[in-house]
């Protein structure tokens, strides 16, 4: 059916005639002006959209919470005792207008109807009970993949920057840890008398002081003496590993 001949769309076109009870960016909630029931309500998207099958997930999210308000205006502002929510989706599933749309019973202890379940139409089924392996087979090799992003999230969004955040807390973390292990792997080296061996440090503040420096700079061994032990550097010394003789 052409957008302009559908009656939602027509009714959307002049939001003045909807007796509104809710609504969100892409949502309205009316009330019916043929109610089945005492507050019986639509979930209509803005935008044509042929079915509920058309919604996007953060779509669906967006109708499902409008609903979940409108249950709540049902019980508190009318009373209501329960609420059923019905979703056809096709003709052959009862949608009776060609725009998507949920529907919101509210249900009451002292009408007729109480305690009817929605799903009362359908009897039983016996060939459906008989087949219920081979149904299960069937529907359960379908990978429906509504709802899952494959997308990498863009470098403004919030998704992206938290995960940049997990991986920035995730190096530092790994870096701490590598750090703990080389101090501790020095200390084992003082408590046991071994050789101390200082990899590729070569801070120049290490040196005791800037005379040292200037030796080193221009070639010259430097010869260190206190309690008869001696730190040789050798000429070329370009921050290879030392140890103390």
Known sequence: MPQKQCPFCQLIANPGQLKVVGETENFYAWLDINPRAKGYTMIVPKEHKDSIESFS???YQEAMNLTRKVVDKAKKGLGADGVSVTMNMGEAAGQ???HAYI???PRFQDEESSGTPTGAIFQPHEEAKKNLDEIKDKM?????GFGETTKEPHPDSKKFKEEEKASEEKDTSRNSGDDKEAID????????DSPLSLGGLTDSSDSGSSDSSDEKSSGKSVEASEEEDEVR???GFEGRSFEWQ
């Open 57 to 59: 997930p953060s779509e």
């Open 96 to 98: 009776m207008v060609p």
């Open 103 to 105: 529907q919101v019973f």
């Open 140 to 144: 359960a090799s379908v990978d429906s």
């Open 185 to 192: 792997k020095i200390a084992e080296q003082i408590e046991g």
């Open 233 to 235: 550097i050798e000429d």
